[in-house]
């Protein structure tokens, strides 16, 4: 799968790979996933070390991901011109990007762990799905379950690394689970004209953009929804105003953002902001009573 394109230039420890190291691992999900646990485990009650193991675990393994996910697409970028991507572009070898990934792969297993056998294998799992996604996975009908498991999978993380290993509310893992459906598809819906070009046929593409446009609130406010009548006490005024705010989001994405990508993916992070919001708010409710 190596190119010599991408193979000859960044080698090494230069500035230049270093540069592109960090944006290879995709900065921007893997600082926004790993904010988002390590609150939800503060929210939750870990403790000060409970919570720095949460971040360790969850950086290490979005790291991996990422720089997993440019190693395997390299060539493929290359074809399609992508000089946007460090790997492709030259500025980091494949190598580079595969030892990398393997290295901070190695460092999540035990800080997985740290949190307990239950949780570190939680953890893990979902961290498995996503490599599976990037092995693979991601130009199959399937696509769409590695970030319904690696999502879904992080309230467990959570909680089970708390006192007692508490399991998580189903309503937090199928609400966790729904934002991962709704990210896969708002994330791909910029480049499927491109995949197709490529050969990939995942769950998106196969759709095609004019139905992913409009499937993507779907699965958000689905998990809104959830996070607001989930739980057992019943919705204050905090929650009311949350789900009317989700729903305003997804009518104007739908109504502003016919032939373009961008609207409608604005409006999906809107909404999952939403959602990701009331998440934190349930705090320790998150777990099973």
């Given at each position: 799968?190596?190119?010599?394109?991408?193979?000859?230039?960044?080698?090494?420890?230069?500035?230049?790979?270093?540069?592109?190291?960090?944006?290879?691992?995709?900065?921007?999900?893997?600082?926004?996933?790993?904010?988002l646990v390590t609150a939800l485990a503060v929210?939750?009650?870990?403790?000060?070390?409970?919570?720095?193991?949460?971040?360790?675990?969850?950086?290490?393994g979005q790291l991996s991901i990422g720089w997993c996910n440019d190693a395997v697409d390299a060539a493929r970028d290359v074809t399609a011109g992508r000089t946007g991507k460090p790997v492709a572009s030259g500025a980091v070898s494949v190598r580079t990007a595969w030892a990398a990934a393997i290295?901070?792969?190695a460092l999540c297993v035990p800080l997985s762990l740290a949190s307990g056998p239950a949780a570190g294998a939680v953890h893990l799992a979902g961290v498995a799905a996503a490599?599976?996604?990037?092995?693979?996975?991601?130009?199959?009908?399937?696509?769409?379950?590695?970030?319904?498991?690696?999502?879904?999978?992080?309230?467990?993380?959570?909680?089970?690394?708390?006192?007692?290993?508490?399991?998580?509310?189903?309503?937090?893992?199928?609400?966790?689970?729904?934002l991962g459906c709704g990210a896969h598809l708002a994330n791909v819906l910029p480049d499927i004209p491109a995949d197709l070009a490529g050969g990939v046929r995942g769950w998106p593409q196969r759709l095609g953009t004019a139905r992913v446009r409009v499937l993507i609130p779907v699965p958000l406010l689905a998990a809104t929804a959830l996070l607001v009548f989930g739980p057992p006490e019943p919705p204050g005024a905090g929650s009311w105003a949350a789900l009317a705010a989700a729903g305003a989001f997804t009518a104007g994405g739908l109504a502003l953002g016919r032939g373009s990508s961008r609207v409608p993916f604005a409006a999906a992070i809107a909404v999952a902001a939403v959602d990701v919001v009331l998440l934190l708010a349930r705090g320790t409710a998150i777990t099973a009573p």
């Open positions: 799968m190596t190119t010599s394109r991408p193979s000859r230039p960044g080698s090494g420890t230069s500035p230049r790979a270093v540069r592109g190291l960090l944006l290879a691992c995709h900065p921007g999900p893997t600082a926004a996933v790993t904010v929210a939750s009650g870990r403790d000060a070390a409970g919570c720095v193991l949460v971040a360790a675990a969850v950086l290490t290295a901070a792969l490599w599976a996604y990037d092995l693979g996975l991601k130009a199959t009908a399937l696509s769409w379950l590695p970030y319904a498991v690696g999502f879904g999978s992080l309230p467990g993380f959570v909680t089970l690394g708390l006192p007692g290993h508490p399991w998580p509310a189903w309503w937090a893992v199928t609400a966790s689970a729904l």
